[in-house]
């Protein structure tokens, strides 16, 4: 069959450019102009209705909704938090944010909607947006939430959020500034640990490693819940207060603390620095602070001896690279390190091991 003449190849070409972090800041405008005019939006649509009549597959009547080209039209056009980010150029960053919001749709949403055999029901389509390690992304919600992801972070909502309900799926650390909205609670879900708002401001840390979820409360009141009820009901937070909760039972009670610990009158600047590019960290072993380094530059660290990885540490990091964080480690430290492609290897450093011992006694 005759390709439709009013679809350009171009866009096709933009986006698997888009897919493979190929596209320059000047071609993701050229790719936001295709969803920016009606007759593009239909134009697009018939023409991948045609690619798929060419294939086995059976096509249902609708191809995706126009509220659902509208999200992608506004992820596309979303901007970073800090343009003056150095640690990854802007467009770089937009482009990996775009890249997974419209694979997900176009790949995920706009295919399965067309597989599915007239009749049946369609599966619900979501929005994933991802801050990639080395990378921080500021994402708008459809109501105006926002949410500040950190590296290696991932968000999910689905395409209907606001309309009968305000629920995200989170992987990662995120901080969270809610709109408020009485009628419709803002609730995250982080491995199964459910915090519900109406309108506040709080910062929940779930990456996948991690043996614990924590969230700091910053303003207004949270619920937390788990879907599994296992923790006990109507348990609320207030603000300047961190709650931590241990994935798992039995790593609660090998460290001696119950499932869900509540610390009130915390400081939370220091919990949340990470959002205006700051690192701070306080009496932190080293074995924890690389993890942070890892997510912050995008590196694999390495010990060679496992006596180093207590070493504790205090200080802040604001713009320094990573070779300065680790020069600044080794001259407090009787350490060595050596960085090739994308891992850092630690070692003791013999010589200077002893010489700290020395003025230690």
Not at 167 to 175: F, I, P, Q, R, S
Request: proline share 4%; with cysteine.
């Amino acid at each position: 069959m005759e390709k439709n003449s009013t679809i350009e190849p171009r866009f096709f070409q933009l986006l698997e450019k888009l897919h493979t972090g190929e596209c320059s800041l000047q071609e993701l405008y050229e790719l936001e102009a295709f969803f920016e005019e009606e007759q593009s939006v239909v134009a697009l649509k018939k023409g991948m209705i045609q690619s798929l009549e060419e294939t086995s597959y059976q096509v249902s009547g609708r191809f995706i909704s126009d509220d659902a080209f509208r999200k992608v039209k506004l992820q596309i056009k979303q901007k970073q938090y800090d343009k003056d980010s150095r640690s990854v150029p802007l467009y770089l960053q937009i482009t990996k944010i775009a890249a997974v919001i419209v694979l997900s749709f176009v790949m995920g949403g706009l295919l399965v909607n067309f597989l599915n055999a007239p009749g049946e029901p369609e599966p619900a389509a979501f929005c994933e947006i991802e801050a990639p390690l080395g990378a921080k992304s500021r994402v708008v919600l459809p109501d105006s939430s926002v949410v500040w992801l950190n590296a290696g972070s991932t968000l999910r909502y689905s395409t209907d959020f606001s309309k009968e309900e305000r629920n995200v799926a989170l992987v990662g650390e995120g901080y969270f500034e809610v709109t408020k909205n009485d009628k419709l609670p803002f609730q995250v879900n982080a491995h199964g640990f459910l915090v519900e708002v109406v309108g506040t401001e709080f910062n929940i840390q779930a990456y996948e490693e991690e043996p614990v979820i924590e969230t700091i409360l910053v303003k207004g009141r949270v619920k937390l819940d788990h879907e599994r009820k296992i923790i006990d009901d109507h348990v609320f937070m207030e603000p300047n207060s961190k709650a931590t909760f241990y994935k798992k039972n039995e790593d609660a009670l090998a460290s001696g603390k119950p499932r869900m610990e509540i610390l009130t009158n915390i400081d939370p600047r220091p919990l949340i620095a990470w959002r205006n590019d700051q690192l701070i960290f306080e009496s932190e072993m080293l074995k924890d602070l690389v993890v942070k380094l890892g997510r912050k530059y995008d590196y694999t660290f390495e010990f060679e001896s496992e006596e180093i990885e207590n070493y504790r540490f205090t200080g802040t990091l604001e713009d320094e690279t990573l070779q300065q964080v680790m020069d600044v480690i080794a001259i407090t430290s009787p350490i060595a390190y050596e960085i090739k492609g994308k891992v850092v290897t630690i070692n003791k450093d013999l010589k200077r091991t002893r010489n700290f011992k020395k003025y230690l006694r």
